[in-house]
């Protein structure tokens, strides 16, 4: 007889993994289906050029599965392999050198100041629409690094030490990415008052 | 000046917040509960900063690959799979049944919840999402010995999709359905792979089981007639019996020789639904839940609820019918056939026996092409 009510289908990345080592095909599917889209939304963040992207995406699967018999047994978080991968992928074809970008980026002053007043006006004034608004545009405008960093951070829930593995930089460059991003959203806040001043405005007549 | 720990710009960038706000469990829940009971005023910020983080995972995840570049990616993926010369030599690679990717699933979660809380306000609401990823999906593999030839039918219209079988079935596929087969010799069984909604009549063959496979969910039928609604956004799978009866049963925690033997036995097993009956499955969980029945409401442009009974029907009705159930055009001599009356009940036979009993009544023969039917008679007296 078949059971009927079965626990949860879901195979552990591990699991599937080790099954590629052996030449699993059905666990391979089943890591590209899982990976490939939030893959390539993180490549378009390193490269606008989708073709470049989607070449990376597969050239990082291709890889695995030709390379499965050499594949670490122990691979902490096959998430976190893939997306390094992926970025060594498109910084390579980029012809990016890791090493010289760094070294521009290494201004880490942390300066967490206290903002509180003109925060009271971020959060009781604007709206969900104004609030959405701001954010693509403040993605669109964003340095490249941060905006890796909120996508990694926000979208593909890595934790900072993840995130500082993947971009190959230390844990306070990755807080740093991500609170210059933040401020930058309180930093356009006169745009916001007009905008919300006029929404309000509009509401009343 | 003093630090605030919990101002919208900390909370935003709050690992256990964004935990919390993103995939909460009882005991973040109950902290941050308490943190709002302790601090009544934060109550805004925290509403702020719930919405900021959200809007930001919604927006940074605004770039996935569209379904065109997925199975452009796939189809290079999978040639580099098989030319690695590592597989045995004259052997056709193993067939993949590929279910569809599942497009935009957590950005739909996102965008979801953003709209919810649109609709709310600034009004403070708790509201719950599920773990961000989801089940596997099941992807059924098989071997086969002889030619197989993997076919894949995708709907990318607005209009119902007829397909029809080698074995003469034929399932009408929804718009964004996708189904994909094998012509090959399979001795023992019909398999098909489903992932959006289609209605499938299926010719009786009691030797050879026909089998749909949808992210888990296996349906096992002997000639019948259902609907299967497995939609991707959809957490649940739907499988409506229209005629005849059908098994359903759970894949997820089989192993390769059990599923094989189960799904070789002729007859049917697991949970067996007949006319009219509903179930749903999980696709998280792997339940199979059974669902009231719903009232029939007979319509022309929906072949599932479709009753197919003509009693002196005038061929021009029928066929008129036909072609509005299964989105298909049929060419005939109206002037000749026209007026003919018929008088059957087809309901739950594929669209070939349709057309073979309707063509037996007028002496007329039939011929498909794409899209298109094609009757010659030469009508009744």
Same mark, same amino acid.
């Given at each position: 007889?078949?059971?009927?009510?079965?626990?949860?289908?879901?195979?552990?990345?591990?699991?599937?993994?080790?099954?590629?080592?052996?030449?699993?095909?059905?666990?391979?599917?089943?890591?590209?289906?899982?990976?490939?889209?939030?893959?390539?939304?993180?490549?378009?963040?390193?490269?606008?050029?989708?073709?470049?992207?989607?070449?990376?995406?597969?050239?990082?699967?291709?890889?695995?599965?030709?390379?499965?018999?050499?594949?670490?047994?122990?691979?902490?978080?096959?998430?976190?392999?893939?997306?390094?991968?992926?970025?060594?992928?498109?910084?390579?074809?980029?012809?990016?050198?890791?090493?010289?970008?760094?070294?521009?980026?290494?201004?880490?002053?942390?300066?967490?100041?206290?903002?509180?007043?003109?925060?009271?006006?971020?959060?009781?004034?604007?709206?969900?629409?104004?609030?959405?608004?701001?954010?693509?545009?403040?993605?669109?405008?964003?340095?490249?690094?941060?905006?890796?960093?909120?996508?990694?951070?926000?979208?593909?829930?890595?934790?900072?030490?993840?995130?500082?593995?993947?971009?190959?930089?230390?844990?306070?460059?990755?807080?740093?990415?991500?609170?210059?991003?933040?401020?930058?959203?309180?930093?356009?806040?006169?745009?916001?008052?007009?905008?919300?001043?006029?929404?309000?405005?509009?509401?009343?007549? | 000046?003093?630090?605030?720990?919990?101002?919208?710009?900390?909370?935003?960038?709050?690992?256990?917040?964004?935990?919390?706000?993103?995939?909460?469990?009882?005991?973040?829940?109950?902290?941050?509960?308490?943190?709002?009971?302790?601090?009544?005023?934060?109550?805004?910020?925290?509403?702020?900063?719930?919405?900021?983080?959200?809007?930001?995972?919604?927006?940074?995840?605004?770039?996935?690959?569209?379904?065109?570049?997925?199975?452009?990616?796939?189809?290079?993926?999978?040639?580099?799979?098989?030319?690695?010369?590592?597989?045995?030599?004259?052997?056709?690679?193993?067939?993949?049944?590929?279910?569809?990717?599942?497009?935009?699933?957590?950005?739909?979660?996102?965008?979801?919840?953003?709209?919810?809380?649109?609709?709310?306000?600034?009004?403070?609401?708790?509201?719950?999402?599920?773990?961000?990823?989801?089940?596997?999906?099941?992807?059924?593999?098989?071997?086969?010995?002889?030619?197989?030839?993997?076919?894949?039918?995708?709907?990318?219209?607005?209009?119902?999709?007829?397909?029809?079988?080698?074995?003469?079935?034929?399932?009408?596929?929804?718009?964004?359905?996708? @189904?994909? !087969? %094998?012509? *090959?010799?399979?001795? #023992?069984?019909?398999?098909?792979?489903? +992932?959006?909604? /289609?209605?499938? &009549?299926?010719?009786?063959?009691?030797?050879?089981?026909? @089998?749909? !496979? %949808?992210? *888990?969910?296996?349906? #096992?039928?002997?000639?019948?007639?259902? +609907?299967?609604? /497995?939609?991707? &956004?959809?957490?649940?799978?739907?499988?409506?019996?229209?005629?005849?009866?059908?098994?359903?049963?759970?894949?997820?925690?089989?192993?390769?020789?059990?599923?094989?033997?189960?799904?070789?036995?002729?007859?049917?097993?697991?949970?067996?639904?007949?006319?009219?009956?509903?179930?749903?499955?999980?696709?998280?969980?792997?339940?199979?839940?059974?669902?009231?029945?719903?009232?029939?409401?007979?319509?022309?442009?929906?072949?599932?609820?479709?009753?197919?009974?003509?009693?002196?029907?005038?061929?021009?009705?029928?066929?008129?019918?036909?072609?509005?159930?299964?989105?298909?055009?049929?060419?005939?001599?109206?002037?000749?056939?026209?007026?003919?009356?018929?008088?059957?009940?087809?309901?739950?036979?594929?669209?070939?026996?349709?057309?073979?009993?309707?063509?037996?009544?007028?002496?007329?023969?039939?011929?498909?092409?794409?899209?298109?039917?094609?009757?010659?008679?030469?009508?009744?007296?």
């Amino acid at each position: 007889m078949i059971q009927i009510a079965t626990s949860t289908g879901e195979t552990k990345d591990h699991d599937l993994w080790q099954r590629i080592r052996t030449g699993d095909e059905q666990a391979f599917t089943a890591i590209f289906e899982r990976y490939h889209r939030t893959l390539y939304n993180y490549g378009s963040k390193l490269s606008t050029n989708s073709s470049l992207v989607e070449d990376a995406v597969q050239d990082v699967f291709i890889d695995i599965w030709r390379l499965r018999q050499n594949l670490t047994e122990n691979v902490t978080s096959v998430k976190f392999y893939l997306y390094r991968a992926l970025r060594r992928r498109i910084h390579v074809a980029l012809d990016k050198f890791p090493s010289m970008e760094e070294i521009s980026e290494l201004d880490d002053e942390d300066t967490p100041a206290n903002h509180t007043h003109s925060e009271a006006i971020l959060i009781e004034v604007e709206s969900t629409s104004i609030r959405a608004q701001r954010i693509q545009e403040l993605l669109a405008q964003l340095p490249e690094r941060q905006v890796e960093a909120l996508t990694l951070r926000y979208f593909d829930d890595f934790s900072i030490e993840e995130i500082a593995g993947i971009m190959g930089v230390n844990e306070k460059s990755v807080r740093n990415f991500i609170y210059k991003a933040l401020t930058s959203l309180r930093q356009s806040r006169e745009i916001l008052l007009i905008s919300s001043l006029i929404f309000w405005l509009l509401l009343f007549f | 000046m003093k630090h605030d720990p919990y101002s919208l710009t900390e909370l935003i960038r709050n690992e256990a917040f964004i935990a919390w706000v993103m995939h909460p469990d009882e005991l973040s829940d109950r902290k941050w509960r308490a943190f709002l009971e302790n601090n009544p005023g934060k109550r805004q910020t925290v509403d702020s900063a719930r919405e900021y983080v959200i809007l930001l995972a919604k927006d940074t995840g605004r770039h996935q690959p569209t379904q065109k570049q997925s199975d452009r990616m796939w189809s290079i993926v999978e040639s580099h799979m098989h030319d690695d010369g590592q597989k045995m030599p004259d052997h056709e690679p193993v067939a993949v049944f590929k279910t569809s990717r599942r497009q935009g699933w957590r950005w739909a979660r996102v965008a979801a919840s953003a709209a919810l809380i649109l609709s709310i306000g600034s009004v403070s609401y708790w509201f719950y999402y599920k773990k961000a990823d989801g089940p596997l999906q099941e992807v059924a593999v098989r071997e086969e010995t002889g030619t197989t030839n993997t076919i894949q039918k995708y709907n990318d219209t607005d209009k119902p999709m007829t397909v029809l079988l080698q074995d003469g079935s034929s399932v009408v596929l929804q718009p964004g359905g996708r @189904l994909s !087969y %094998s012509e *090959g010799v399979n001795k #023992k069984r019909r398999e098909v792979t489903l +992932t959006g909604k /289609a209605f499938f &009549e299926i010719v009786k063959n009691k030797q050879k089981p026909f @089998l749909v !496979y %949808s992210y *888990g969910l296996a349906t #096992k039928v002997l000639g019948t007639s259902f +609907t299967i609604d /497995a939609s991707s &956004e959809s957490e649940d799978i739907k499988v409506e019996v229209r005629t005849g009866t059908v098994s359903v049963f759970s894949i997820g925690n089989l192993d390769n020789s059990q599923k094989e033997a189960v799904l070789d036995k002729p007859e049917l097993e697991g949970v067996t639904l007949s006319h009219d009956q509903r179930i749903a499955f999980s696709k998280e969980s792997g339940k199979i839940i059974p669902l009231p029945a719903v009232a029939t409401v007979t319509s022309d442009k929906d072949v599932s609820k479709q009753q197919f009974v003509f009693d002196e029907t005038p061929v021009s009705e029928v066929f008129r019918i036909l072609e509005g159930a299964y989105n298909v055009r049929i060419v005939y001599d109206r002037e000749k056939m026209g007026s003919c009356p018929l008088n059957a009940t087809l309901i739950g036979q594929p669209l070939k026996e349709k057309l073979d009993v309707i063509c037996n009544a007028l002496d007329a023969q039939y011929d498909v092409t794409d899209n298109q039917i094609t009757i010659l008679g030469k009508g009744c007296k």
